[in-house]
């Protein structure tokens, strides 16, 4: 039976890798991105900033109305704005903080009531495992994903008894746009991965729609670091 999935930042990279996962199980696939573009077979799409709650509140009662309790909800929608510390502007802060922590929270209260109520379900954020390894110029990011964890975790035991799972899925380097910003940085983090390659969108579209299974129905409050083992032992 098809699912009622929504998933943020879908418009490319891991996003729309996410969407077209569960696209392919047959769900009805909601996206969420910024531009209102997403993979062609998604069931319905938002244009919203994740920043705004009342868009993201108005967006989730839509989609709920027309598709049903939010069976999975993946929360990908995410900046970055580099830069070091001690020159880093407020607004560099504040902007990724907005999107990446608070859209976050938006996203899972706005979705949360129908999966209690309907006592099944799952929360997917996507982090980084920036906050384990520490990356120069990243103060904001690896904040707003090392967030991530408290906020999952803090759910997770809000929502456990009544069958909603929430995990953290920790990707490492992946080939997107915002891993070709990096510049010569990549060359030096790809030395730093055991597998000796960069990811792919498709290597954590795989692990999401794993935990949005019912094989990981026994794992909340979890962090999965996929990363090809870069940050092994963190």
Known sequence: MSRHVIVTGASRGIGA??????????????????????????????????ADSQSVNTALKSSIEQF?????????????????????SDEQWRSVLATNLDGAFYSARAAMASMVRARSGSIIFIGSISPFIGVPGQANYAASKAGLIGLARSLAK???????????????????DMTTELGTAKDAMLAMIPMGRIGQPADIAGVVGFLASNHAR?????????????????
């Open 218 to 234: 026994y794992i909340t409050g979890a962090v999965l670091a996929t990363d090809g083992g870069m940050a092994m032992g963190h």
């Open 158 to 176: 809000e929502v456990a008894a009544r069958g909603v799972t929430v995990n953290v899925v920790a990707p490492g380097l992946i080939d997107t």
């Open 68 to 88: 049903g309790p939010v069976e999975v909800l993946v929360v990908n929608a995410g900046v970055t704005h580099d830069g070091l510390a001690m020159r880093m």
């Open 17 to 50: 890798a996410i969407c077209e996962h569960f696209i392919e199980l047959g769900d009805h696939v909601v996206g969420l991105s910024r531009s209102g573009e997403a993979p062609s077979g998604c069931a319905r799409v938002f244009a919203l900033d994740v």
